[in-house]
């Protein structure tokens, strides 16, 4: 593996200060704070609004170099207009990367529970998909862990997001020229991990040969998520433009 892109699931955390946060640091200096110790983020906020220009302009200038912005669809795609052929709603959100240029990750399509597998499912799904992105879903049915879904991911270079925290399988899939990982923590996304539990995913991660890995922290709360991050880059010893050091 010669990229592992960590980060978490935002940045804009109040209840971060005192974790990962100075105590006294001002909200709007959260970004500038956090990226001194990631190179990428996942845009939570992106579910449940679009941004504005004006915004998405503000992301790229005051991000690094190398700094990666991963996408999460917005909800109206993914949960409410998936069958009523939201093409053009979704060719729009592709559009957010025509701004964040070269700083745009993947875009991470998060279905809910009820999106259960079914053939005309699946081929609705892949028919939607943009091949020209970097596309990475997260099921939330194990109906979706199956081999047809996985060859045909395979077949389509989309990344079968491996989901950590919600009682599905934890088995790596790697359906995609890259791994995906999501660390929930649990449903309330309250739980923090041991160095033990880490250490542990290293060893998994360090023997799938994908040439690069986006590795996420969404166990947001009392600051866990940040926490939990920078212990995976040192023991993977990624630096921080998310090159691996071994």
Known sequence: MKEAHIGCSGWYYGEWRGHFYPENLSSKDFFDYYKQYFSTVELNSTFYRIPSEKTLQTWY???????????????????????????????????????????????????????????????????LLNAEYTNVVEFRHLSWWNEEVFKSFKRNNIIFCTSIGFDLSEDIQTTGDALYIRFHGNKYYNLSYTEEDLSSWVKKIKAISSPSSWIYFNNTRHGYAPINALYLKSLLKVNDEGITLT
């Open 61 to 127: 200038k005051r991000a690094p170099e190398n700094f990666k912005y991963s996408l999460k669809v917005n909800k109206y795609i993914t949960h409410y207009d998936f069958f009523e052929n939201p093409r053009e709603k979704l060719k729009g959100f592709y559009g957010l990367s025509d701004i964040l240029r070269e700083k745009t990750g993947p875009f991470l399509f998060q279905f809910p529970k009820k999106f259960i597998y079914t053939p005309k499912n699946l081929e609705i799904l892949l028919d």
